[in-house]
């Protein structure tokens, strides 16, 4: 039989291989907002020359990338993701190299035969239904002093950006998130986030919080750029929508980025990153 979890995971890869090539270009190249990330998370961890360092949910490579820049021709780098068409951006998007390598891999369920020095997990967590599972795994993959780097999107009311069209898409359409999804914003405090990580048995945790502000332009661009961004599934559920129904959903949102806009028509959104670090 197959599991609620089981169909979600089919559904998210399906969405993943859908939207990692507009992911790629729009999010994890573009080192903005959020994506300032990526340095603090990597330079938290003090990765050195030499180091074996596995990148957990690697997406199209833009944690892995820097890490092999940091751990030299002497370390070596393994990025896990369970979307091909992330894994195939990756490849292309880094030079080959014998020492970086990217792998079709659940990270509730892979298994290397090699330790590692540290493990970074960049927006990826809240994605996985059992994460515990998946926190065990990377927990068993570290070397007794290894470290753990994570990153999350902070509590929704300071994502915006999110939040905006979220809360009231979620008024039109009820179902907009499909039964058997996990809640991705159960790490969104530093408390949730920490606590998780306490339960696997990880020492000296430290989470940070971070705001990455980030502008989407007018409302009109942020508005045209999240429908066009967008995974099919969802947006087959809003073009169901009649036309006054759109309009009244673009107006509440437009009014919900109210507070973020500036007198020149520009919005300028918050966004609450938290990075985690912890040793074995
Ligand atoms: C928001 S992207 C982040 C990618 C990358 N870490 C970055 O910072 O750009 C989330 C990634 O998690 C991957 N993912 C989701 N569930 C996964 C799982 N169970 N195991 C491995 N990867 C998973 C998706 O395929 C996607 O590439």
Known sequence: MRTKSSEYKKRNIKIWNEVAPRYH?????????????TKKLVSSLEIRKGDYVLDVASGTGV???????KVGKTGYVIGADTSTSAIKIAKKWNEKSQNLLFVNADAENFSFKEKF??????????FFPNSQKALKNMKNSLKKDGKLGISVH??????????????AVTQFIPNYVPPGTPDFDRFGTKKQLKDEIKKVGFSK????????????????????????????PV???????????????????RENTKPYTKRD????????????????
């Open 25 to 37: 270009k729009r999010w994890a190249t573009a080192s903005k907002g959020p994506f300032q990330s």
């Open 63 to 69: 944690v892995t990338k820097l890490l092999k820049q």
């Open 117 to 126: 020095d540290a493990i970074t997990c960049q927006y990826a967590l809240f």
């Open 154 to 167: 902070g509590h929704p009311d300071r994502v915006p950006y999110f939040d905006c069209i979220f809360e």
């Open 205 to 232: 945790i430290e989470v940070n919080d971070y705001d990455f502000p980030y502008s989407p332009g007018t409302f009109e661009q942020y508005w045209k750029n999240y429908l066009r961004y967008i995974a099919k």
């Open 235 to 253: 947006k087959e559920k809003l073009d169901k929508l009649e036309k006054s129904q759109r309009k009244e959903l673009k107006d509440m949102v």
């Open 265 to 280: 028509g520009t919005i300028k959104f918050p966004w609450e990153v938290l990075i985690l670090t912890a040793k074995y």
